[in-house]
Structures are given as structure tokens and as C-alpha cells.
């Protein structure tokens, strides 16, 4: 990008939008806004690649999958409007990071507080199963975000093992030095890259996990809290 700052990460959120890389994804994401979901048969769907979402100076970044059929590409905002959406923003919330802890819609008035929420793929995946040559396609715009945070990113926090592998190139290549043999992901992982970035491995916040317990709102809301502590952000809430 030739555009530092906050006019460049806003620039660089609109040329995502405006992408149409991927043959598959641009049909499945345009179906998917065409036929809807009963519930929201009533609702404008995005149906467009969804930016990351959060404040240009943020110290901290969390990086999940790919937005949810009938979430971000509902909506247009990451982990908006689905229930991955929902366990994530109300434990950001419950650590002092978010202003609310509900997350429905662009204009549902939630603010991020240091903290910024992107994925390695832009688009939603048919059964949220990226290929790797869409993940590949999607690299770029992840390494251009990365530049961008990283006069003030001090801390990534990975959700699942898709985002652990598909970031650590990307962290490479935007200047952090990944040490070899590639850390291996798992919940509670810590890894210090070079150049002083820590990065944090959570399990996803899918409806699997959650429903299931191998992610619980309480191991979630630790590894924010660490993440957050790293990255030196001011606004956490003890519990």
C-alpha cells in the first residue's frame, strides 16, 4: 500500500469489498445473498468480501476463519450476526475491549477498544471450507493489513488451526521473523516472533466448540486477557 495510516487501512477495506478473485467464492457468497436464510428473508445481505473491523491504531488484532454464510455476509462485519459473533464480542466485552457485548448489524453501535478483528479469508466459503488456493488468493490483502498495524500491533491472538497456519506466513512476510521449525498451534499457545510480536493460539469460536465445551466463555475470556495485558491495552475488566 502507498497509504499509511488510518486512510490506508480504509482504502485497503474498500479494495477488498470491490474483490472478485475467486470464481467460487464470488458465486457462492452473491447465492447465498440471492436466497437468504428464512430468518432474515427481510434483510439486505452484504453478499461481498467482509473487511476486517476495528480501530487502525489497534494493539491487538484476532484473526479467525472467514466470515459465516448468514453472518459477516449478512451483515458485512466480522463475526457479526451468528453465534461464533456472539461468544466472541461478549467476552471482548467482558474484558473491557468492546463497548457492548452484543453484535448484530454495521450500525449496532459497537466500538472495539485497541482491538481489531480480521480473517485470512474474505469471503464466505461454501460449509466455511476455504480452499487453499482461495486462502492463497486472499494472502495479500492480510500481509497489506499487517503492514499497515504494525507501527502500533503488539499482539494476535489466531482463532483454530486454519488461522494459525494460514498467518504465520503472513506474519513473516509483513516483517515479523517466524521461528523455525513454525510453532504448532494449540489452545494456550505463546510464541514471541521477532521483532518483539506475541502471538496467541485460541480454539475457534465455532458452534462446535462452544456448544460442545472444548471452548468455554471462561478459557476464551483468559486468552483475551493475556493477549490484551501483552499487547499493553489499558481497558481491561477483572473478573
Keep these: 500500500m502507498d497509504i499509511d495510516g488510518p486512510a490506508g487501512l480504509t482504502a485497503l477495506d474498500e479494495r477488498i469489498a470491490g474483490c472478485r478473485r475467486c470464481p467460487r467464492l464470488v458465486a457462492w457468497r452473491e447465492e447465498v445473498a440471492r436466497t437468504k436464510r428464512a430468518g432474515f428473508a427481510d434483510r439486505d445481505y452484504w453478499g461481498r468480501p467482509v473487511p476486517g473491523f476495528g480501530p487502525a491504531d489497534a494493539r491487538l488484532l484476532i484473526v ?15 463475526f457479526t450476526g451468528d453465534r461464533s459473533g456472539d ?10 475491549l468492546a463497548s457492548q457485548a452484543g453484535a448484530v448489524s454495521v450500525d449496532d453501535g459497537l466500538e472495539l477498544y485497541g482491538v481489531r478483528v480480521t480473517s485470512p479469508v474474505h469471503c464466505a466459503p461454501p460449509a466455511n471450507r476455504p480452499t487453499p488456493e482461495e486462502r492463497d488468493a486472499c494472502r495479500p490483502w492480510l500481509v497489506s493489513e499487517l503492514e499497515l498495524l504494525r507501527p502500533t500491533l503488539r499482539a494476535v491472538v489466531v482463532l483454530g488451526a486454519f488461522g494459525w497456519q494460514a498467518t504465520l506466513p503472513v506474519l513473516d512476510a509483513a ?11 494449540g489452545h494456550g499457545a505463546r510464541v514471541t516472533l521477532g521483532g518483539g510480536l506475541r502471538l496467541f ?8 466448540n462452544t456448544f ?4 468455554t466463555p471462561a478459557m476464551l475470556r483468559d486468552v483475551l486477557r493475556d493477549a490484551a495485558g501483552a499487547a499493553g491495552l489499558p481497558h481491561q475488566r477483572q473478573q
Design 212 to 215: 460442545t465445551g472444548r471452548l
Design 64 to 78: 479467525g476463519l472467514a466470515p459465516a454464510a448468514h453472518g459477516g455476509n449478512r451483515t458485512g462485519r466480522m
Design 87 to 96: 461468544v466472541l464480542y461478549a467476552a471482548l466485552h467482558e474484558v473491557g
Design 175 to 185: 516483517g515479523w521473523s517466524v521461528p523455525r521449525p513454525r510453532p504448532v498451534f
Design 201 to 208: 493460539g485460541c480454539f475457534h469460536v465455532s458452534q462446535r
